[in-house]
């Protein structure tokens, strides 16, 4: 009996062993993979930062002309009330308007 728990004791032994080992590689593998995404990923970024900041660099000279645009709009909604709605479906809340009292029913 005591043969047979020893001889069980060794292959679980040598399961643990191979366990391990296969971890320590799989482990291996996956962080040189991941380590290579990375490098790549830094090179992408290098080379689309110029890019990027050209975009960036128009869009910061274009807001003011933007903001110009908005308020311009908002003036507009102030002055017809119907494009409000239009307005507000856009996420531009015109501020400091007062509210606009239904129109009043036609009498019969």
Known sequence: MTTDTNSEIDALKRQVFTLLLALIVVSGTVTVYL????????????????????????FNQNQALMNSFISQLVEYGKAHPDFRPVLLKYGIVPTGTAPVAPAAAPKK
Do not use: N
């Not at 995404?37 to 660099?57: E, H, L, N």
């Open 35 to 58: 380590y290579r995404q990375a490098s790549v990923a830094g090179k992408d970024i290098a080379a689309i930062k110029p890019q990027a900041q050209q975009i960036i660099g128009a």
